[in-house]
Nanobody, 121 residues
Framework: QVQLVESGGGLVQAGGSLRLSCAAS????????MGWFRQAPGKERERVAA????????YYADSVKGRFTISRDNAKNTVYLQMNSLKPEDTAVYYC??????????????WGQGTQVTVSS
């Protein structure tokens, strides 16, 4: 069982930056693939970034490529999402998730409660 707690959301102006953090419980964090998702009102949840258990491999949605960076610190049981050049369309609730099995495909097994990111124009 893994418990995930996100932090770092807030209100920022367009063009600004935020860094989200996701702290995980448990001693097997380094064996999980990790992802960041977001869901805006009236829209489906979208995976924006993912990282392999080692941190060496990453995935980004086209909508955030070049602006967002996912990373992890297995010693701290934490995954991060650095968000730069934020746009109003990045406004959403952002969720951290963990998965067993292949890191870049298949469903996620554990979810955080989400953190709100609001980008003003």
């Amino acid at each position: 069982q893994v418990q995930l707690v996100e932090s770092g959301g807030g209100l920022v102006q367009a063009g600004g930056s935020l860094r989200l953090s996701c702290a995980a419980s448990g001693r097997t964090f380094s064996s999980y693939g990790m992802g960041w998702f977001r869901q805006a009102p009236g829209k489906e949840r979208e995976r924006v970034a993912a990282v392999s258990p080692s941190g060496r491999s990453t995935y980004y949605a086209d909508s955030v490529k070049g602006r967002f960076t996912i990373s992890r610190d297995n010693a701290k049981n934490t995954v991060y999402l650095q968000m730069n050049s934020l746009k109003p369309e990045d406004t959403a609730v952002y969720y951290c998730a963990a998965k067993i099995g292949h890191w870049s495909s298949g469903p996620y097994d554990y979810w955080g409660q989400g953190t709100q990111v609001t980008v003003s124009s």
